[in-house]
């Protein structure tokens, strides 16, 4: 049984938009409660377990709106019809984030003096071999399961119920989406950004593999580039 591109499933849609969007608005919730991110929360063991139990329960909900229908072709979990072409497209996904990501970066200076890398606080700014463990656990969680899921959640199942209304309001919406559930506002517009390439890179290789090595990539090279260049936060 494969996957109809063309066929429409409002309900369905309808409950993955009430889901993003409850996922946003707890976000965003969250972020101008004015708690603060502690600052070692990449060094805490606790943090890495969190992440995995969100991941999970983000996962068991698209699974369950996604029942019934065929698995592999909804969540676009099938092979890119040529690997070397869809690894082009990769890297050339990473360069178009990055110079996007310095774009908005300069342009956001002009009006506010926080850095838009800095918002979320997840990657920490110096190494710490004593705990290196638990920051492996944090590596793991944040390069691995985080993008897999999401890519399941947005470039998987959201993708494939917006498609059949147009590819690029599918690339748009779930890129739009996506980068409002992080609920931060000076990032929001690299986020979103991060978040149309990758559907871009999606509805070009039919695949959500190479956005999972995309998003993967990218989360692994901030952690790792936050500990070895001086941190602005």
Known sequence: MHADPAARHPGRLLAWLVFVLALTGLNYAARLSGAETPDDLAYRYS??????????????????????????????????RSWKRALGLVALSLVTIYTISLVVVQALSLFTDENPTCEQGLAPTEW????????????VAVVFVGPFVEEMTYRGLGFTLIAPFGTWTAILATGVLFGAAHGLLVALPALVA????????R???????????????????????????????
Not at 55 to 76: K, N, Q, S, V, Y
């Open 128 to 139: 710490d071999e004593s705990r290196a463990g638990a920051f492996a656990a944090f590596f």
């Open 47 to 80: 943090s890495s377990v969190a992440a995995v139990i969100q991941f999970g329960l983000m996962l068991g909900i698209a699974l369950l709106i996604a029942r019934g229908l065929p698995r592999r072709e909804t969540f676009g979990l099938v092979r890119p």
């Open 194 to 201: 991060f978040g149309i390439v990758v559907g871009w890179l």
């Open 203 to 233: 509805s070009r290789t039919e695949s959500i593999y190479p956005t999972v090595l995309v998003h993967g990539a990218f989360n692994g090279i901030a952690l790792v580039a936050a500990l070895l260049v001086s941190s602005p936060c």
